[in-house]
């Protein structure tokens, strides 16, 4: 019988290193990394068996403030790395750091394919729609007329939505979050006990090129009537729970009614099921401009098997009666000598 290892339990402080956190003051950053670190201790996961891998951006720093293995990479490559990382070491909970340029434009089909393929991982996508690092240029997530370094007189560059993005590539689990909302660690938490690629946008606020860009639904005075807070089995109420998210089956599309007395089943409030794909993705399109809360928490979680506990299998089985024999393998196919010649030239 197999004695049973035992998982000291930890503290935020023992997830924190002794290097400088170097983000500008205010930052959103600053929260994320907070949240995340007082997270860890609550998922029963050891330093000794996490890494957090990033690519390229303000967000990338990121491992270096993680007491656990890290692996700070290239731009956009962040994906094919955890990716590699986990195929290697199956027993690592991978965490993934990354930003809305670094994941959506140079690695965008990194993105895609880590989703489709469904690693067993967790995806942070921290969204501040501009590059910070490289000054303010407009990324692949601003907004219509963005003035930046690159678009001074108002980008007109469609901006794309993560969630939808990762809708598309075919992720099972999707949610989205606030750098300093309380609710934060909740949805990392169901990030982590979702299996398979669990993709979380983060709304990040850049205090130096993007300042206030979701205030609209972010500031105390507007959270209320502006942001929906899901949570399965319960019904789509936000403002109070003065209002709610009802469907209308003639058009088939999401609207707001107003909630009389708490009666929300009169109103035609629906209940959230996070298995419901359809209605997931008309949550991920609900757009202040038309009216509509922004949709947070999880919006999406069906799990289905995951590409690394797939890949193992079949090395499992194909590997069965069979002896590892690497000059074998070496040998194997079209191969030819070279003699040697014995010639003397000069």
């Not at 191969?335 to 014995?342: A, L, M, R």
Request: charged share 20%; with cysteine; glycine share 8%.
């Amino acid at each position: 019988m197999n004695d049973m290892t035992t998982i000291a339990k930890t503290t935020p402080k023992d997830w924190e290193t002794d290097q400088e956190v170097r983000w500008c003051p205010g930052c959103g950053d600053y929260a994320i990394l907070k949240a995340v670190q007082r997270t860890m201790p609550e998922l029963g996961v050891s330093p000794e068996k996490t890494v957090f891998v990033s690519g390229i951006g303000c967000s990338s720093r990121f491992p270096y403030y993680m007491e656990t293995y890290g692996f700070h990479t290239i731009h956009g490559r962040a994906c094919a790395v955890a990716t590699g990382v986990k195929l290697a070491n199956p027993e690592l909970d991978v965490w993934i750091i990354t930003g809305d340029g670094d994941a959506l434009s140079i690695g965008g089909n990194h993105t895609m394919h880590l989703l489709r393929r469904n690693l067993n991982c967790q995806l942070l996508l921290f969204n501040n729609e501009i590059y910070g690092l490289t000054k303010g240029q407009y990324s692949p997530t601003s907004q219509v007329g963005t003035k930046s370094p690159s678009t001074p007189f108002g980008s007109v560059d469609r901006p794309a939505t993560p969630c939808a993005f990762a809708m598309g590539a075919g992720a099972r689990f999707i949610a989205r979050a606030i750098d300093t909302n309380k609710n934060l660690p909740t949805v990392l938490k169901a990030a982590h006990a979702h299996q398979g690629a669990a993709f979380v946008e983060i709304f990040q606020n850049c205090i130096v090129y993007n300042d206030d860009v979701f205030a609209p639904f972010t500031e105390k005075a507007n959270a209320g009537p502006h942001q929906l807070w899901l949570e399965n089995g319960k019904p789509m109420l936000f403002d109070g729970g003065k209002k709610g998210i009802a469907l209308d089956r003639k058009e088939l599309h999401l609207k707001t009614v107003d909630v009389v007395d708490g009666d929300w089943e009169a109103a035609g409030v629906i209940v959230h099921d996070v298995k419901n794909r359809s209605v997931a993705h008309m949550l991920i399109d609900l757009r202040l401009v038309d009216g509509f809360p922004i949709a947070l928490g999880v919006i999406f979680d069906d799990p289905r098997p995951t590409y690394d506990s797939a890949v193992i299998a079949q090395n499992i089985e194909v590997s069965k009666g069979k002896t590892p024999d690497l000059q074998s393998l070496l040998a194997k196919g079209q191969t030819w000598t070279v003699e040697k010649d014995n010639t003397v030239f000069g």
